[in-house]
């Protein structure tokens, strides 16, 4: 009985001093998702401002596209849209795989016609939306921006 509380007593003594040093042994990297940039051609010399399409996982976040041109809603929206599906493609991604979508008006008047450009271009199942119009407008004289998360 006396050898076994010696035992006990010895074991719980060390046991604070073991939490401790496993505490601060460096933990392995952990295995699981990763951050991916997804460029059309070579790393810039100098860090960008930001960039047009990052993924986490199977998860896929393009950047706001505008439309810097002279034209209508229509026109612009279009050519939004189409710069987002080059996005996603480059990506692996596309249309039908985006999950969610915000889209930004420079003026809420244009929700009409920005909503039958934007009508079945992401298949059968469009994504779930939020557009607002911009207070101040969108930079560059855009009538539109859009943003987009998808999965790869």
Do not use: W
């Amino acid at each position: 009985m006396k050898n076994r509380r010696s035992l006990l007593k010895a074991a719980l003594a060390a046991a604070p001093v073991a939490a401790v040093a496993a505490a601060q042994t460096p933990a392995a990297p952990a295995s699981g998702p990763t951050k991916k940039v997804h460029r059309k051609g070579p790393k810039p010399a100098k860090t960008p401002l930001f960039n047009g399409a990052v993924s986490y996982g199977n998860l896929l976040f393009i950047a706001g596209k505008g439309a810097h041109f002279e034209g209508d809603i229509k026109a612009h929206t279009k050519h939004v849209l189409d710069e987002v599906e080059k996005e996603l493609v480059n990506a692996g991604s596309s249309m039908n795989k985006v999950l969610k979508c915000n889209v930004y008006l420079n003026d809420l008047k244009d929700y009409v016609g920005m909503n039958e450009t934007f009508q079945g271009r992401f298949g059968e199942e469009p994504p779930v939306r939020t557009t607002i119009a911009a207070a101040g407008g969108i930079p560059g004289n855009s009538l539109v921006e859009i943003d987009v998360i998808a999965y790869i």
